[in-house]
């Protein structure tokens, strides 16, 4: 029952008056504490940025295929810090974090793209 309440809330509440601009802030219209995170998109064969959206929780490139060299491969990278240079490309990700334990709800990564690579993630997060 506890579970279902805390499933139902999550998908009510998009935390749509949380700023993006903040690391962390309490959403006032359901308690929690959001974590604003940041992704970017490349190219999966040139590794240019490409601009990204979100589109059922997934995060994809705006356009088919990389300008730069028609493929249509792409990677996912979380990023740390956000320069204005990368502020276009930049796609902010709302996550719940759970006070009580460090385990996230990030419900888009299930359904992520078969490419996507947490190995990978990890280590660009690092550069
Ligand atoms: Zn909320
Ligand atoms: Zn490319």
Not at 37 to 51: A, D
Not at 68 to 76: D, E, L, Q
Request: glycine letters at 4%; charged letters at 30%; aromatic letters at 12%.
């Amino acid at each position: 029952m506890i579970f279902t309440e805390f499933l139902k809330r999550n998908r009510v509440c998009r935390h749509d008056k949380v700023s993006p601009d903040v690391e962390y802030a309490y959403c006032p219209d359901c308690g929690e504490l959001v974590e604003n995170k940041w992704y970017i998109v490349r190219c999966g064969c040139c590794g240019i940025k490409l601009e990204g959206t979100t589109k059922n929780g997934k995060i994809i490139p705006q356009e088919k295929f990389c300008r730069n060299c028609g493929s249509k491969n792409f990677t996912v990278e979380q990023t740390d810090k956000i320069n204005f240079v990368d502020i276009r490309y930049a796609i902010p990700v709302k996550t719940v974090v759970k006070t009580a334990d460090i385990n996230y709800t990030q419900s888009w990564v299930n359904t992520a793209e078969r490419r996507f690579s947490p190995k990978l993630l990890a280590e660009n997060f690092r550069v």
